[in-house]
């Protein structure tokens, strides 16, 4: 079977059905509002049978990740000990490892990308002075700027924080596999989304 194909039919199947539902809603009326909603909400899920209700995104990008990836992946938990959340993202750029926008790791991400952060010129500089640059665009990789969200290498994070460069962080969307490497503490005095 040929997953990608499978992928990017269910990826049409649901930005078409997205769309309708947007152009429905916007010449609706009063009570038909949710009518017309919940008739939509039911093509797609007919159309995408192997997803349930509101979890129909969510199915999209396991399915996605596990055509990308070739592994089962597992969200688990924040570093509030809370179920992780999606990496804020800005200007469609997507992020994480597995580019689903969750700061999580796997046995093919040698790098660790568990940490959620908004990115600074400062510490884009510095991680391009170390190597890794995240500033220029390559191939599929859009460049980085000033306000972007990124899941970044727990140890170059770290890096940065002991060069005093560190970048804030989004606390509920960075992974408890974080703590492996810096301590709460540390990471809490970063976060910016917990205020």
């Not at 009326?29 to 129909?56: H, T, W």
């Not at 469609?92 to 597995?98: L, M, N, R, S, V």
């Not at 580019?99 to 010129?121: F, K």
């Not at 770290?158 to 703590?179: C, D, H, N, V």
Request: aromatic fraction near 10%; hydrophobic fraction near 35%; include cysteine.
């Amino acid at each position: 079977m040929d997953y990608k194909k499978k992928y990017l039919n269910y990826k049409q199947k649901y930005l078409s059905l997205k769309d309708a539902l947007k152009e429905q809603l916007s010449f609706a009326q009063g009570n038909s509002i949710r009518q017309k909603y919940l008739s939509l909400k039911d093509a797609l899920k007919e159309q995408l049978s192997f997803a349930q209700g509101n979890s129909i995104r969510q199915k999209y990008l396991n399915l996605r990740d596990t055509l990308k990836g070739g592994e089962e992946i597992d969200y688990g938990f924040n570093i509030l000990n809370e179920p992780l959340k999606p990496c804020p993202i800005l200007n469609g750029k997507d992020t994480g490892f597995y580019r689903n926008n969750y700061c999580v790791t796997g046995p093919n991400d040698s790098g660790t990308h568990v940490v959620s952060a908004l990115m600074d010129d400062e510490f884009l500089e510095f991680t391009k002075s170390k190597g890794n640059d995240l500033i220029t665009p390559s191939g599929s990789f859009p460049g980085l700027v000033k306000g972007d969200r990124w899941c970044l290498c727990v140890l170059r994070w770290k890096q940065a924080y002991e060069a005093g460069k560190a970048p804030k962080i989004f606390a509920r969307s960075t992974s408890i596999e974080a703590l492996r490497n810096v301590e709460k503490a540390i990471l809490m005095k970063y976060a910016i989304d917990l205020k």
